[in-house]
């Protein structure tokens, strides 16, 4: 894996893959794109299944307008794949669920559906989805909040550098807070120092 750069000017490559990109999530001309990957069976752990497509204009614009929060689609050798979110924990998710730390990055990724999986593909883009969020120095750590039933997820949190540290209660569902330094990532990934 060689990762250079930072959001959307180069990329990660990850051999048998491709290239991965990131670019801003435009809410109004990504909408229907979106729309489909998130109201997806397999998108069920994103509780956007009932969503309209004005729905996810509306949660997309207002993401866009938020200070601590952004969205982006990720692009495989320039064709979109997976939607990611980062966010600022102190400030959007997880205000008052945990103490946050200077460098805390909060983050969340969508793989988007397909009929031809490729296997390693999800572990790829995670892997892709965490370098990106590395590349910007001020990064430390990067928290995640995922439901306490999406045991794929923690597998591949796991497989990133990801370690569980509690079990908090949010309005939306159960979840099992996790985080990851920089330092465990690079270990997990063979990335170099």
């Given at each position: 894996m060689s990762t250079t750069g930072t959001t959307g000017t180069t990329g990660t490559t990850v051999p048998g893959i491709g290239t991965f990109t990131v670019r801003a999530l435009d809410p109004l001309s990504d909408a229907e794109l979106v729309h489909g990957w998130?109201?997806?069976?397999?998108a069920s752990f994103w509780l956007m299944q009932d969503h309209k497509l004005e729905d996810v204009e509306r949660d997309y614009m207002a993401i866009a307008a938020h200070p601590h929060h952004d969205a982006f689609i990720g692009l495989l050798d320039g064709e979109p794949a997976f939607l990611m979110e980062?966010?600022?924990?102190?400030?959007?998710?997880?205000?008052g669920l945990y103490d946050p730390l200077p460098g805390d990055v909060g983050m969340h990724f969508l793989v988007a559906p397909t009929d031809t999986p490729v296997h390693g593909f999800t572990r790829a883009v995670i892997t892709a989805v965490m370098a990106e969020l590395f590349a910007d120095p001020a990064t430390r750590r990067v928290v995640v909040e995922p439901d306490v039933r999406n045991t794929a997820v923690h597998a591949l949190n796991e497989a990133v550098g990801f370690v569980p540290v509690d079990k908090i209660t949010k309005p939306e569902k159960e979840a099992l807070l996790s985080v990851c330094t920089r330092e465990a990532f690079e270990a997990a990934v063979g990335a170099p120092r």
């Open positions: 998130v109201t997806h069976p397999k980062r966010y600022d924990p102190a400030h959007v998710e997880l205000v």
